[in-house]
């Protein structure tokens, strides 16, 4: 039987393997990164309860860090379930999971803070959520 602290281990573990991987396909992206050039600013992208600062740099995502306090923040947040993550990050996602604003209309995702540098920037950051998304 796995106990609840083995769960917490492995679903942090899954957490920010995720989260490294989807920084890795963001920073070998050219053409996303070509995009975002002038966009330098910090967010917060939530997975279930574990929030992380991704800071941006020239398109590029500078840093990952796991917010520790509540004095950390970003301009803006996006968060959602881990479950509901992977399946917008399939080949091809269910109805509903393909595109950030079809989540937020079924209220998959939660949107707070400025939303202003996401909405003048929003391809990018709808390309850069999605880069996890399945290939194969």
Not at 5 to 13: E, M, N, P
Not at 23 to 36: D, S
Not at 42 to 58: C, L, M, Q, R, T
Not at 65 to 88: A, C, M, P, R, Y
Request: net charge positive.
């Amino acid at each position: 039987k796995f106990s609840i602290f083995k769960t917490l281990v492995l679903f942090y573990l899954l957490s920010m393997k995720v989260i490294e991987n989807l920084k890795n396909k963001v920073n070998k992206n050219t053409n996303l990164i070509k995009r975002g050039r002038w966009i330098n600013l910090s967010f917060i992208f939530g997975v279930n309860e574990k929030e992380f600062i991704f800071k941006i740099v020239d398109g590029k995502i500078n840093s990952i860090s796991q917010k520790k306090v509540d004095t950390e923040f970003g301009i803006f947040k996006i968060s959602s379930s881990l479950e509901n993550w992977e399946k917008h990050w399939l080949k091809i996602p269910p109805r509903d999971f393909h595109d950030l604003f079809a989540m937020l209309s079924k209220k998959l995702i939660k949107l707070d803070g400025d939303l202003k540098p996401l909405m003048q920037n929003l391809q990018y950051f709808k390309d850069l959520i999605a880069s996890n998304r399945a290939k194969k």
